[in-house]
């Protein structure tokens, strides 16, 4: 069973070249399910107000540097998952001219509407300086942590009952003919689950199936359009022809009136010539 977790790995480096002003480098990493993610938003809010906005590049990274002695705000989200919020406090013991660095790895998890949600309203991480350790760090919430695991174990359950009702929901639509439904509905199963081949193979054959139908539908209007200037034309026989291509590609009631009113025009005219 596959799970996810929340991932704070602390690397920290002191640079030893000293600067006029001490900063900390935030460096960030989004994955889900070990697969990078681009354009996550990653709004930074500084004492309180939003300061920047920042997103994830290709290789899911992004950077920020923080001024020290303020607390900020980093909520990364991005849309049909969940949003993880951390604290950096750089705030110091004593005034330092150091450039510091802070890294860490965030795992999404699918929003699937599932129970204990509101955990996400609280913050993942409290980062910020330890004296012991002379470093910045995560520091870890025991109580949170039980909490998260608890949801995890829920959620990878609901998970699989929601992505069975998905698939079976968007086969149910592809069978119908409903290749708009069934495609959302496929693209949301491998969002559940990334490995589900079946539901890649489906994507594939509606992708396809829909240029198929725009190629039918091109070859559908062209021969109406011939067929229609031969009928005006009163070239009964090279438009009987193409109207009939034209049903044979799409069983629309078009060209099988045409058919019935050039029926009736040559065999009127057969009467009047056997007279």
Not at 209 to 238: C, G, P, S, T
Request: charged fraction near 25%; include cysteine; aromatic fraction near 12%.
């Amino acid at each position: 069973m596959k799970r996810y977790f929340y991932i704070l790995i602390l690397i920290v480096a002191i640079f030893s070249t000293q600067t006029t002003k001490a900063k900390l480098n935030v460096i960030g990493k989004v994955k889900f399910d070990r697969v990078s993610v681009e354009n996550v938003s990653i709004e930074i809010s500084k004492n309180g107000k939003i300061d920047t906005l920042v997103f994830s590049d290709s290789k899911g990274r992004f950077i920020v540097i923080l001024e020290m002695n303020h607390t900020y705000n980093l909520v990364i989200s991005k849309d049909d998952f969940y949003s993880h919020k951390i604290n950096i406090d750089t705030r110091l013991e004593e005034e330092e001219k150091y450039t510091w660095r802070y890294k860490f790895v965030v795992d999404l998890i699918p929003d699937i509407n599932s129970k204990g949600v509101e955990l996400f309203n609280e913050t993942l991480g409290n980062v910020k300086y330890n004296s012991n350790t002379d470093s910045f760090e995560n520091e870890i919430n025991p109580l949170f942590m039980s909490k998260y695991q608890e949801f995890l174990f829920s959620y990878e359950t609901e998970k699989s009952n929601i992505f069975n009702n998905v698939l079976s929901n968007a086969d149910t639509a592809f069978n119908q003919g409903d290749y708009d439904l069934a495609n959302q509905l496929y693209a949301k199963a491998t969002v559940l689950d990334e490995y589900c081949k079946y539901a890649d193979i489906q994507l594939d054959m509606i992708e396809k199936i829909i240029v198929q139908d725009v190629n039918i539908l091109h070859r559908y209007n062209k021969n109406i359009e011939l067929a229609d200037n031969y009928y005006v034309n009163k070239n009964f026989n090279k438009a009987r022809k193409r109207y009939l291509r034209a049903y044979s590609l799409k069983q629309e009631e078009y060209p099988k009136v045409q058919i019935s009113k050039i029926k009736k025009i040559v065999s009127l005219k057969e009467v009047l010539a056997s007279h």
